[in-house]
């Protein structure tokens, strides 16, 4: 049975600071670098689930790598380099407490927003007689607040501006950078065999210039759907295939569970966990077009910490 890495404590070179975090672990050093490791801790409804899903942090690991490496002609990104498959590099930026969401289609919490009556959405303005899992005219973007603990929460722009959150300058620049970056992942997706239906971006600040950091156009951060039965799915008005972290979610509210106080996480048993890490696998191989090798997950820490130290007494 594959193990899960779901906690580290990591004693790196130049080690100031650590910070744990949903799914990563995040190590400050002494010259302004973070070391970030992308765990097989799941979360969902910002709760941190019991189980870890093996090989799912490294799974994410490299496809946020990939897909930074495939826009920084958009936006400079945070990432320096990636000396294990579980982690990566990059530059310390000062983090804006927004997360920039754009949508494509009408899915996810912004179906169950509107099937319960709700037509202003972060300031965009919905149309009634929308179906689940239609194409929006122009994707839409739908800015949430970024909460240290409990629920991100929906805003609009103005109160983002009126908040401070963001200057109005800067926030101009995110929509635009927002829009170009799912252009960019939609290209991609479509060479695959997929639909990037939406997704969220973070963005830092380092010497007054705007850089994309943590993951992008991963299935944490994404949802995809199969292309080629997208049209005859939605025309029956049936649920999509999709690849992303929904199907976690959906598993969770079939068993009474949405993070809402009170309510308990269903057992996650090992078959369970094999599961989802099979379903992380598949998006992997469909979103790179490489088939994914499993190595021994034994000593995954130690791994990562003589990868790491190798690496940060090259430089």
Avoid at 239 to 257: A, C, N, T, Y
Avoid at 259 to 270: D, I, L, N, S, W
């Amino acid at each position: 049975m594959a193990q899960a890495l779901t906690k580290t404590n990591l004693s790196l070179p130049g080690q100031k600071s650590v910070y744990h975090g949903k799914v990563r672990d995040v190590y400050t050093l002494e010259d302004d670098r973070l070391v970030m490791v992308v765990t097989d801790r799941i979360s969902a409804f910002d709760v941190i689930l019991p189980e870890g899903i093996p090989y799912k942090g490294e799974i994410l690991n490299k496809i946020a790598a990939t897909n930074l490496d495939a826009t920084k002609d958009i936006v400079p990104n945070w990432k320096i380099a990636t000396p294990d498959p579980m982690v990566t590099v990059g530059h310390k930026c000062e983090p804006l407490k927004i997360e920039m969401i754009i949508r494509g289609y009408i899915t996810g919490s912004a179906w169950r927003a509107y099937q319960a009556g709700e037509r202003d959405l972060c300031g965009v303005k919905l149309p009634e007689g929308l179906v689940e899992n239609q194409k929006f005219d122009h994707p839409i973007i739908t800015p949430t607040t970024k909460a240290d603990s409990g629920h991100d929460e929906n805003i609009t722009p103005e109160e983002i501006v009126r908040q401070g959150l963001v200057s109005a300058e800067h926030y101009k620049q995110l929509e635009e950078i927002t829009y170009k970056l799912f252009e960019r992942g939609t290209e991609i997706a479509k060479k695959r065999g997929l639909i990037l239906v939406d997704t969220k971006y973070e963005f830092g600040i380092k010497d007054g210039e705007i850089m994309l950091i943590d993951e992008i156009h991963t299935p944490d951060s994404s949802r995809y759907f199969y292309a080629d039965s997208y049209e005859e799915l939605f025309e029956k008005r049936m649920p999509q295939r999709q690849l992303s972290k929904e199907f976690v979610r959906k598993w969770l509210i079939d068993h009474g569970f949405q993070g809402e106080k009170g309510q308990a996480v269903p057992e996650m048993t090992p078959e369970y966990c094999a599961s989802v890490t099979e379903r992380y696998i598949e998006l992997y191989e469909h979103i790179t077009g490489e088939t994914f090798v499993k190595h021994p997950t034994d000593d995954l820490e130690g791994r990562i910490e003589r990868n790491l130290t190798a690496w940060l007494n090259e430089q």
